[in-house]
């Protein structure tokens, strides 16, 4: 809408102005009024026009949304390919700005906050109901936190989006800005070249130690029932022994006693019979003994043959996973606030309550920054696409701090962790400093949500926070070395408060979680 200045109704009176001052002065701030009207109109950003770039349109790697100028633009490894209106949150429901990634599409999704409310093709950004999706945009921010796109421009992206593809909320109008420094991961050239080949040749030797172990359960499960038949007999003729050796006393105890010599005939016979039987029995001990010590070693020798393949096949697991996600692009997240890293991969595999796909989330160590009380602000650097043997890396600030080259060179990263990751390092990949602990939204279903502590927050504070879910221990060998990342005791149906407890920190205007205390992968 266009500003207008509206000259005062007429009142069918001329007025005098008492002093030719007064004159000067009203005519002065008649001017001033035109001015500042004038300069209002040319600072406002025009209204964003749905627009396609003008050259074939690659695989989206990032969208940033701008809550200033509301508007969304995708980018691929070449530049912007889509750009679109959009209207971000209300007053006191405002969309967080901060750092994000896709998590789940629904084409036909409803909400479960509003009242059913229509919200198609959704792409969810948190679990607690911040998402881009089609929706009616009046110009201005009307949402209740949620991204809303013109219907048409969210189904066409629909299908060109993937699960795990970063999306910027800005406060202004950032853009990528190509970028290279020595700290960026560069792949080593013949360690990728053959990781697609060591992570098949991995897998098979895991199916093929998954067989084994199998197998050998199956066989301690045979050995432990023939063990436990064999052991109940024992038993009994442990205790047929036991109760034959007490008659046979008995009848000691008759012939010692009997005064006559019909109860002495009497006893010797009953001690005649009780020695035959204790002998019989005893012999069947024996026996018995002798035939099932080799199936009782048999039995013990196959647990041992049991725990040995499990071990192969978790460790045989462990490079098998290890290996496979070093064919996925790598998020690495570098917190001020908490001074640590963070490494995350999604895993592809569908979450156990049926929400999303996990994300490996096993690397957690601590970080060393240089000045680590000045703020280095929030940079979003993104491997855009292969360059030769390397990488042509991005940058994208949305924050204020340091320069990114600056934020970047502040930081010592654990050698071994780059070790680990670097030489596979494939676009898509992405290194985030920030000043912001990670978000208590950040879980086992998430890459890294980030929330800018300086920006308001309200589409976070008026919905319900996602289920309180931990970072378990490494001991689950289906991830491998990258550890587990399901709760043993996580209900899915549990939604936690929003309250401070003794495992959670308050930083920067939100809270974070220690993912895993004194985890160390190594």
């Not at 500042?36 to 026009?49: F, H, K, Y």
Request: hydrophobic share 40%; with cysteine.
């Amino acid at each position: 809408m266009v500003d207008q200045v509206t000259a005062p109704p007429s009142t069918g009176t001329t007025r005098r102005w008492g002093h030719p001052a007064m004159a000067m002065l009203a005519a002065t701030a008649a001017l001033l009024a035109v001015t500042a009207g004038a300069a209002a109109r040319q600072a406002r950003p025009a209204p964003t026009a749905e627009a396609t770039a003008p050259r074939p349109a690659g695989e989206p790697i990032m969208a940033i949304v701008s809550i200033k100028t509301q508007k969304v633009t995708f980018y691929d490894a070449d530049g912007w390919i889509y750009r679109a209106p959009v209207s971000t949150g209300i007053t006191e429901r405002e969309t967080p700005a901060g750092v994000f990634a896709l998590l789940e599409k629904d084409k036909d999704h409803h909400s479960t906050l509003y009242d059913d409310a229509w919200m198609p093709n959704m792409q969810r950004l948190t679990w607690n109901g911040i998402a881009l999706h089609g929706g009616p945009l009046p110009g201005y921010p009307a949402s209740h936190g949620c991204v809303r796109m013109p219907y048409g421009f969210a189904e066409r992206l629909f299908d060109k989006t993937r699960i795990g593809m970063r999306v910027i909320i800005a406060p202004d109008d950032p853009a990528p800005v190509e970028f290279s420094h020595p700290a960026l991961l560069q792949p080593n050239a013949e360690v990728l070249a053959a990781a697609s080949g060591r992570s098949e040749t991995l897998a098979r030797a895991a199916a093929e130690a998954t067989m084994a172990a199998d197998e050998a359960k199956r066989a301690v499960a045979e050995a432990t029932r023939e063990a436990t038949t064999l052991t109940a007999t024992l038993r009994k003729l442990e205790k047929a022994k036991s109760r034959a050796d007490a008659e046979l006393a008995y009848t000691d105890k008759l012939l010692a006693a009997a005064k006559t010599d019909q109860a002495k005939a009497r006893a010797e016979d009953l001690k005649q019979k009780a020695t035959l039987k204790a002998t019989d029995v005893a012999t069947q001990l024996d026996t018995a003994r002798a035939d099932s010590k080799p199936k009782l070693d048999a039995a013990a020798t196959a647990k041992d043959s049991a725990r040995a393949a499990e071990a192969k096949r978790s460790d045989a697991a462990k490079a098998a996973t290890e290996a496979r996600l070093a064919l996925e692009p790598v998020s690495i997240y570098v917190s001020r606030a908490t001074r640590k890293l963070y490494v995350r991969r999604n895993t592809h595999k569908r979450a156990r309550d049926g929400g999303g796909e996990e994300f490996d989330a096993s690397i957690e160590v601590p970080v060393t920054i240089r000045d680590p009380d000045k703020p280095i602000g929030t940079h979003v650097f993104t491997a855009m696409a292969q360059s030769g043997a390397g990488l042509r890396w991005s940058v994208v600030t949305i924050d204020d701090g340091d320069n990114a080259k600056d934020a970047l060179g502040r930081i010592t990263f654990p050698q071994e962790v780059l070790d680990r990751i670097a030489p596979t390092a494939l676009p898509r990949s992405s290194i985030i400093v920030s000043d912001e602990p990670l978000s208590s939204e950040t879980n086992y279903r998430t890459e890294f949500v980030a929330v800018l502590s300086n920006q308001p927050q309200g589409g976070f504070e008026t919905r319900q926070p996602s289920a309180d879910v931990y970072v378990a221990s490494d001991s689950d060998a289906e991830y491998g070395s990258y550890g587990t990342l399901y709760q043993n005791d996580w209900d899915p149906q549990r939604v936690a408060p929003r309250r401070r407890s003794s495992t959670q920190y308050w930083r920067g205007g939100q809270y974070y979680r220690p993912m895993q205390q004194g985890w160390s992968p190594w």
